[in-house]
């Protein structure tokens, strides 16, 4: 079992920065990956980002390339997401996810797949204004 806990949320004017953390725990040998989702009231769950547990390769979401940077500290166990350039369009709630081995095939090689993901945390809240 794996446990994740995001923290890092808040407000923001446009244009601005935040970063998201998401610590990690439990059996983490059996993770291959983690990533970021968001979903904004009434739209469908959004893969951000996307990385392996080696830093080994990383994936973004067409919305958010060049502006958000994916990272993972394996001492710390915590995954962090840089958000730059922040639009109103970002708000929404964000949450982490965990992959086990054999299960980021389809995010590794095509776009991030929430269905390969099985560990979630509670979600933080990002909001935007203009």
């Known amino acids: 079992q794996v446990q994740v806990v995001e923290s890092g949320g808040g407000s923001v004017q446009a244009g601005g920065s935040l970063r998201l953390s998401c610590e990690a725990s439990?059996?983490?040998?059996?993770?291959?990956?983690m990533a970021w989702f968001r979903q904004a009231p009434g739209k469908e769950r959004e893969g951000v980002a996307a990385?392996?547990?080696?830093?080994?390769?990383?994936r973004y979401g067409a919305s958010v390339k060049d502006r958000f940077i994916i990272s993972k500290d394996n001492a710390k166990n915590t995954l962090y997401l840089q958000m730059n350039s922040l639009k109103p369009e970002d708000s929404a709630m964000y949450y982490c996810?965990?992959?086990?081995?054999?299960?980021?095939?389809?995010?590794?090689?095509?776009?991030?797949?929430?269905?390969?993901?099985?560990?979630w945390g509670q979600g933080t809240q990002v909001t935007v204004s203009s």
């Open positions: 996810a965990a992959a086990g081995r054999g299960r980021c095939g389809r995010t590794w090689l095509l776009q991030i797949d929430g269905t390969e993901f099985t560990y």
């Open positions: 439990g059996y983490m040998d059996s993770i291959e990956c």
């Open positions: 990385i392996g547990t080696s830093n080994d390769w990383a």
